[in-house]
């Protein structure tokens, strides 16, 4: 069969470094940062299986940025591999200002002075990057700093707009830690100043995905899409789920957001640590129901920025998170700023393998069932039945076709036991799907008959070394071809 060579590819993919690479079906993010952001380390990252490299907008210039951005595209245009790029904003981050002598030493029972005036920080008073703190605190609060190792109480809310707070878990208070109020409702935008000039350089970049911090509404996510919206911007966005507000509000946020990050540090400590456990398997669940790739991030492999081993605790909980059905897994200061960044995505590797190799098991039947709700049922139902009949009969790969990327997302929620492939005219949505459980993503723009390009999509494989002949393919697609419909047909094909 002839085809256009120009509007299908899948760079390099042919090559056994591109198979390899995508062998595993839970993907991995990883942050870059000093320690990776050279195009040899990130090279070595790529190859070790890196999916989505997560840029931190907390740190680092916008000229720094760029210069990441280049390297990952660098490898994306020169390996067969189609890397995200993932931008995380900063978000309405507070903290306390700079302390004398970097160390100010806090004993329960002291009385300290919150205050919104730039100072250098004493026992007298502490600058707080929260102009309307006395605004929204309340006697009795709570705040917990440097992630949750010091506890102070609000005692007194002055007119001048201090806050006296009394220290109930002492400690050593050092410069711009962070601040968390657990008890407080923040008034604080979603995005900051700070955020937005952040994003319109994400914007003008054409990164893959933009994560928006400390979500606690639907409406943080409107406002964020708007601004995408307004500049036309095809990057997906991320709803990082890391406050109690978000966990009211989780059914409209997942559905507004395009995908989900369970930031369980900043969770861990704005809810009970003991909570944390089964808000991130039910977090998993929720969003498998609704198709929405879901992150699991923070302290996964932490040990290794300083040792080439994990702790045994640390091998679990990656473990755990692939048998519950997670998208992806995220590395933060193992890969920016430890001395094996290499290694732990090496080792992060092993564990997915191991574990989707001897114990994969998904209750498909009970749990990931099409929801009647939906307005996408009837496509639902269609793509769930595909990887059912794809189970059934031991098929060697499944297929699917999108513009949008819906049918990617929900073929890969039912998180089917065949290889997944998906093709796509859509060349943004290529690297977008790395996120996503399973997905190997084509660029494919033919639009003839539906049998060509079922056929097309079968020799595109068998020429990659995907399939063989005598394997078994399940496609789905849509006809007819040129109105663009919902997923509506199911195909069984033996390879020639």
Known sequence: MSRNSEKYAYKGMDKQAGIEHNYKRTKIVATVGPASADYDTMLGLARAGVNVFRLNFSHGSHEDKLAIINNIRRINDEQPFNVAILGDLQGPKLRVGEIENNALPVAPGDI???????????????????????????????????????????RSIEKNGDVKVEVTIGGVLSSKKGINLPDTRI??????????????????????????????????LVILRSKLDEKKSKTKIIAKIEKPEAITNIRDIILESDAIMIARGDLGVEMPVEKVPMIQKDLIRKCMHRAKPVIVATQMMESM????????????????????????????GETATGEHPVLVVET?????????????????EEMMKPQPHSPSFLSDAICYNACKIALD?????????????????????????????IFTKEQS????????????????????????????QIDILKERGFIKGGDVVINTGSTPVDLHLPTNVIKVTRVN
């Open 112 to 154: 300290l002075t919150f205050t919104n005036e730039k100072c250098v920080g004493t026992k007298e008073k502490i600058y707080v990057s929260y102009p309307n703190l006395a605004g929204d605190v309340k006697l009795g609060n709570k705040i917990l700093i440097d992630d949750g190792k010091l506890e102070v109480v609000v």
């Open 187 to 220: 008034s604080l935008p979603a995005l900051t100043d700070k955020d937005l000039a952040d994003l319109e350089f994400i914007i003008e970049q054409k990164l893959d995905w933009v994560a928006l911090s400390f979500v606690r509404s639907v409406k943080d």
């Open 305 to 332: 920025i300083d040792r080439v081993k994990p702790n045994r605790s640390e091998i679990t909980d990656v473990a755990n998170a692939v048998l519950e059905g997670a998208d992806a897994v995220m590395l933060s």
């Open 348 to 364: 992060m590797t092993k564990i997915i393998r191991e574990i989707e190799n001897t114990a994969y098991q998904y209750d498909r």
């Open 393 to 421: 009969v031991n098929a060697d790969a499944l297929v699917g076709m999108t513009q949008s990327g819906y049918t990617a997302f929900m073929l890969s929620s039912y998180r089917p036991k065949a290889p997944l492939y």
């Open 429 to 456: 949505l290529v690297p977008q799907l790395s996120l996503s459980w399973g997905v190997r993503a084509f660029y494919y723009a033919e639009e003839e008959s539906l049998d060509d390009i079922i056929g097309d």
